[in-house]
């Protein structure tokens, strides 16, 4: 037994994880699969004491690639910071990138990731062709639009609920170079944030905006709204980007270092260094796409409790009022975040449950302080659901069952077809236990 934990380093379990080359081997009897534990809170984790789970994260090999027409095959386990390695000087990229780019290709299709460009090219499973996978019974099954359509849509951000995904298939995008063109905008306030990020998605295919969450009155959400495209050739440094080496956070930092003064100086020094005029440029596609990736192991800034990440979508026309409501609450609790982050979402996925709606979604870190974080995630669920919005699985640790379903009325039909070829509840998560009772 070891004990395990997503990136939010909340909660812990013991569970028995089993990790080798050869995935066929270890999914077999194994209750869930897991990546690189990106996910922020229990959807990677066993139920506690229990096992075995199946780590991918040596089964990594890439399997085919055609150059015509950039449909890739790799293992689950291929991680997305090699495929960039390899791929951006070829002119390739991932349709669909989140936020970091240590994460699994497993992982990305079980949490049917988002990326700055959801407006445009929507979730990852939109780019998945095919998907190799052992399901509850045992068997090895390759499913897609046209085989097993069912199981393939519930897979897509069925957060390994519905089996091992051995092997992905997915289309690449083509792109002029791998540098990227950006443009930084600084916003007053949240309305003005809504009013920017709306008119740059015409615009521009990669939209970000990162809010001052303790900005308070006329101020409230102010920010800083980041723009960007696949740089031309002729705007582009001739040479690929090079990796970028990476500081590492070297121990849990005690509680006191995250107080909601040193959040305040952080966000004010954060918010002022872009200055009124805003700048635009080319940036390496990783300083764009993965800023937090600069700092190995920041989880540990937030100490041994941990932190959560709370993240909602929430429909269009409301996005400006419960955006504000949702800052003001937390703003008024305790708890301070870093990082606050706004993006522009289009149409819904493939996938049964995956997160996305047309809409705004907004997300927090908040350090785990027990109950008070506890509260807060109640108060922000309570505005979330009366909206009409919903949260995203692969960051929450803390919703209820009641709250989750009542949100996303979709979960019984995607748990029939779990059902379906799980008759048993052979493969379960803490997360599952947690909200769908198993
Ligand atoms: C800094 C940061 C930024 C992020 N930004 C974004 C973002 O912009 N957009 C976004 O959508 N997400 C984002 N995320 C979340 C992250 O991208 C996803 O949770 C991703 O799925 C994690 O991949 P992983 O390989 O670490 O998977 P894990 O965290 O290990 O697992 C995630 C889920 O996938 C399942 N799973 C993993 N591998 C398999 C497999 N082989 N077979 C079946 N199920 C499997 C697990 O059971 C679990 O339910 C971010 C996370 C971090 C830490």
Not at 198 to 217: C, F, I, N, Y
Request: aromatic share 10%.
């Amino acid at each position: 037994m070891a004990e395990l934990m997503g990136w939010g380093r909340f909660p812990r379990v013991e569970g028995l994880e089993l990790v080798s080359e050869d995935l066929e081997a270890i999914s077999r009897g194994a209750i869930l699969s897991r990546g690189l534990g990106r996910s922020y809170g229990d959807a990677s984790l066993p139920p506690q004491g229990q096992g075995p789970v199946a780590s991918t994260r040596l089964a990594n090999r890439l399997l085919a690639f055609n150059g015509d027409t950039g449909v890739l095959r790799a293992e689950a386990g291929f991680c997305l910071a090699d495929f960039n390695s390899l791929f951006l000087p070829l002119g390739w990229a991932s349709p669909v990138t989140p936020g970091t780019r240590y994460v699994s290709l497993g992982g990305m299709v079980a949490s049917d990731v988002h990326g700055k460009n959801h407006h445009v090219a929507g979730c990852f499973g939109e780019h998945v062709r095919a998907l190799r996978m052992r399901v509850a019974d045992g068997r090895i099954l390759d499913v897609s639009e046209n085989q097993e359509p069912e199981l393939f849509h519930a897979t897509l951000g069925g957060l390994g609920l519905t089996g091992h995904l051995l092997e992905v298939e997915f289309v690449l995008e083509k792109v002029p170079s791998a540098w990227v063109w950006a443009e930084n905008q600084q916003v007053e306030n949240f309305s003005e944030l809504i009013a920017c990020l709306r008119e740059a998605s015409d615009t521009w295919p990669m939209t970000v905006a990162w809010v001052d969450s303790l900005s308070k009155g006329d101020a409230l959400g102010r920010g800083i709204v980041m723009k960007g495209r696949w740089a031309r050739p002729d705007q582009a440094p001739s040479q690929a980007p090079a990796s970028k080496s990476a500081f590492s956070v070297p121990l849990d930092f005690p509680e006191w270092v995250l107080s909601k003064t040193s959040v305040q100086l952080f966000n004010r020094a954060y918010f002022c260094k872009e200055g009124k005029s805003g700048k635009s440029g080319i940036v390496h596609p990783y300083a764009f796409f993965y800023p937090l990736d600069r700092l190995q192991d920041w989880n540990r800034i937030y100490g041994r409790r941990g932190f959560i990440q709370y993240q909602c979508v929430i429909p269009k026309q409301d996005a400006d009022e419960i955006g504000k409501q949702l800052l003001k609450t937390l703003a008024a609790s305790d708890e301070g975040s870093f990082l606050s982050v706004v993006k522009d979402c289009g149409r819904q996925g493939k996938g049964m449950i995956s997160f996305p709606m047309p809409g705004i979604s907004l997300a927090f870190d908040v350090p785990m302080r027990g109950d008070s974080t506890r509260a807060l995630v109640r108060k922000l669920n309570e505005i979330v659901l009366e909206a009409g919005g919903r949260i995203y699985l692969a960051k929450d640790a803390l919703t209820s069952a009641e709250t989750y379903r009542a949100m996303d009325p979709r979960w019984e039909a995607w748990n029939g077809v779990r059902r379906q070829w799980d008759p048993d509840g052979k493969l379960r998560s803490a997360l599952s236990v947690r909200l769908f009772g198993d």
